[in-house]
Nanobody
Framework: QVQLVESGGRLVQAGGSLRLSCAGS????????MAWFRQAPGKEREFVAA?????YYADFVKGRFTISRDNAKNTVYLQMNSLKPEDTAVYYC????????????????WGKGTLVTVSS
């Protein structure tokens, strides 16, 4: 019943910034762990960041990306700074139950993704 729609992906120069948004419908986000994953061409999907009460980040984005959420708006964000060409990927929003593992959620719902292209 939960639908997730990502937006904000576009072409950006290396070193630039971009903010992705994920809007949920059908259910509020408050009880879900929300997360961002990404998949680059020819590579497997990988965990980027998650948030419930705390935030969690993959090492390769720590210090550059910030995940946040606005439960009143059923929206989760990914602020991406100091973008690198290797950040080029389709970014997916996800929602699921928290678990004490890595990544810290069991994904129940996926968005369709938004493409981020970082030029050198």
């Amino acid at each position: 019943q939960v639908q997730l729609v990502e937006s904000g992906g576009r072409l950006v120069q290396a070193g630039g910034s971009l903010r992705l948004s994920c809007a949920g419908s059908g259910r509020t986000f408050s009880s879900y762990t929300m997360a961002w994953f990404r998949q680059a061409p020819g590579k497997e999907r990988e965990f980027v960041a998650a948030i419930l009460l705390n935030t969690y980040y993959a090492d390769f984005v720590k210090g550059r990306f910030t995940i946040s959420r606005d439960n009143a708006k059923n929206t989760v964000y990914l602020q991406m700074n100091s973008l690198k060409p290797e950040d080029t990927a389709v970014y997916y929003c996800a929602a699921g139950g928290y678990r004490a593992t890595w990544p810290p959620l069991a994904v129940d719902y996926w968005g369709k993704g938004t493409l981020v292209t970082v030029s050198s």
